[in-house]
């Protein structure tokens, strides 16, 4: 028998079996069940670090934003036909920089404007080559504006260097912190850029203690591709992947850097803004959907509901949503 669940004074009906619900037996049946096993995980752990992002914030005295992440995303204007969703925008964005549900928004942004941009410049420059940098700095219980701002003074020293110069034409660079409680804030840059000239990991070393004064030396540089290392370059930033770790007076030291850039670009790539700035919606340019629309997926006329984060993961898992006038989509 299928289950019923209440859902917002909507009816959500679940087949009762996998076979039923992803076609068990097809491999790329399986594949897609997989998948959404995955994605329901993910938006739990995001939940989980809102909960402790959220107990962060209060303890250091930002009650008003506690409040703010918590009701990030919590729920979506959702364009469906009852069994897939067209459309979906979260009713409110907190847009705070270390919540990991707009981080992740941020990044998508990001990546969408800016890989054809890197695509035309690496086919301008045919001869060069993408690789990924890793450039640390020690870890310490310095005030993290302390680190924030040396550390950019050490790579403007690195890119003043004849060698850094000769070898890399210019690229991206997004600045991570995480957190040891027995050694303090770990900071350090990751960088995708554009090498001209071949560039021994020795040299490099050299060069970023030359450029710390001695006070830095563990560095990685490898050959990657715009994809990987877009993707790779982007998820650093505001990346809160430890906040289990941090403390109150730490989310303190990161409130009071208001206005701070973890992310920039250089040389060859001046002008180009990593992180953008507009207020659009992650789904900026993707086609809209209006009351009575046919369903991209089936043809079925769409309508208009308001769910939570946890009724829409449900939808898109399978669980089928009654329509607006009370017909049972699923039978």
């Excluded at 920089?97 to 890197?118: G, I, T």
Aim: glycine share 6%.
């Amino acid at each position: 028998m299928s289950a019923v669940i209440a859902l917002d004074h909507k009816s959500v009906t679940s087949l009762d079996t996998a076979a039923q619900l992803y076609g068990e037996g097809l491999p790329e049946a399986l594949g897609a069940r997989e998948q959404r096993k995955r994605k329901q995980k993910r938006c739990s752990d995001k939940r989980k670090t809102k909960v402790v992002l959220a107990q962060l914030l209060r303890a250091a005295g930002y009650a008003d934003k506690a409040a703010e992440v918590l009701r990030c995303r919590s729920k979506y204007g959702v364009r469906t036909c009852g069994r897939h969703v067209a459309q979906k925008i979260p009713t409110f964005r907190c847009r705070f920089p270390l919540c990991p549900d707009c981080a992740v928004e941020r990044r998508c942004r990001s990546e969408k404007r800016l890989l054809p941009r890197l695509r035309q410049a690496l086919a301008q420059m045919k001869h060069d080559r993408l690789v990924f940098i890793t450039l640390t700095a020690p870890n310490s219980f310095e005030h993290l504006a302390t680190h924030h701002a040396r550390f950019r003074e050490w790579f403007r020293r690195l890119r003043r260097n004849a060698r850094w110069a000769h070898r890399i034409r210019g690229g991206i660079i997004s600045f991570e912190m995480t957190v040891n409680p027995n050694s303090g804030w770990h900071y350090h840059a990751h960088l995708l850029a554009f090498r001209k000239v071949y560039y021994d990991q020795a040299e490099l070393t050299e060069d970023w203690m030359s450029a710390t004064n001695g006070e830095a030396f563990m560095v990685d540089i490898r050959e990657t591709t715009v994809e990987e290392g877009l993707r790779e370059v982007l998820k650093y930033i505001y990346k809160p992947a430890d906040l289990e770790r941090w403390t109150a007076d730490q989310v303190r030291e990161f409130m009071s850097m208001k206005g701070a850039r973890f992310s920039s670009v250089f040389g060859n790539l001046y002008g180009m803004k990593v992180e953008d700035d507009a207020e659009d919606d992650a789904e900026s340019g993707a086609e809209e959907y209006g009351e009575g629309d046919a369903c991209p997926e089936c043809g079925d006329p769409l309508f208009s509901v308001i769910l939570t984060s946890e009724e829409l993961e449900a939808l898109e898992a399978g669980v089928w949503l009654r329509n607006k006038h009370g017909t049972e989509v699923c039978h």
